[in-house]
């Protein structure tokens, strides 16, 4: 079965430094998303993307973060100046449309470790 | 913004038992989707619902899609060891068509005693 795939796994970083986290959406799917799982909380969305552009983003995604279709198949992540609370799993998800009869997909995240 | 709360937040029961638990939501959603996820993965999808009253299953899993819309239940019949993990709902809204904005609730940790 297709499935969303994330890299890299882990990632360890120190405050300040910029990171990119690389994800490829399922093939067919046409809308990208990405979210973010602080330790022991819920997993809370990020931003979506489409049509090469971000469709809707949260308040947590502010302006360190941008997001990237560099490719037809690569979707990323950058966060600029990483800061401790950005420590947390990262998800990529993707969906074949929107509306009715399109669950998103998630891939097995990155963690990503602050210091 | 538009929350999800879920009950129990944390069960255990013992391995054969039934389980149940639930989603609920001061808001209308337009689509409830259940997954588990199993420590240091991502959540993997149960059960997707698309329409009030919807009743759905998946093997042991039945899931419905409550008729206010503000609610959604998801049972597991006869649980085994490796039902163990954290359940989260998640709901889009109505005019959240574009972006497609899930809110996810803040989940139902299982565990299963042998």
């Known amino acids: 079965e297709p499935e969303v795939t994330q890299t890299p796994s882990h990632q360890v970083t120190q405050m300040g430094q910029e990171v990119i986290l690389r994800c490829v959406p399922i093939?067919?799917?046409?809308?990208f998303y990405w979210y973010r799982q602080i330790l022991g909380q819920k997993v809370e969305f990020l931003v979506s993307?489409?049509?090469?552009?971000?469709?809707?983003k949260s308040e947590i995604f502010d302006d360190q973060f941008s997001v990237e279709r560099p490719d037809g198949s690569n979707f990323t992540l950058k966060i600029r100046s990483t800061k401790l609370e950005d420590s947390a799993m990262y998800f990529c998800?993707?969906?074949?449309?929107?509306?009715?009869?399109?669950?998103?997909?998630f891939g097995n995240g990155t963690r990503l470790t602050v210091t | 913004g538009q929350q999800l709360n879920q009950s129990p937040q944390s069960m255990f029961i013992q391995e054969g038992e039934d389980v149940s638990m639930n989603c609920t939501s001061s808001?209308?959603?337009?689509?409830w989707l259940w997954y588990k996820q199993d420590p240091g993965e991502g959540p993997v999808l149960l059960i997707a619902?698309?329409?009030?009253?919807e009743l759905t299953s998946n093997g042991r899993l039945t899931a419905q899609f409550g008729i206010t819309r503000k609610d959604s239940f998801l049972n597991i019949s006869a649980s085994i060891p490796s039902d163990v993990g954290i359940y989260f709902c998640?709901?889009?809204?109505?005019?959240?068509?574009?972006?497609?904005?899930?809110?996810f609730g803040p989940g139902t940790r299982l565990s299963v005693l042998p």
């Open positions: 998800a993707s969906s074949e449309s929107v509306g009715d009869d399109s669950p998103l997909h």
């Open positions: 998640a709901g889009s809204q109505p005019g959240d068509n574009y972006g497609q904005n899930f809110v």
């Open positions: 619902l698309y329409k009030a009253g």
């Open positions: 993307f489409y049509n090469n552009e971000i469709s809707e």
């Open positions: 093939s067919n799917h046409l809308y």
């Open positions: 808001s209308i959603f337009n689509t």
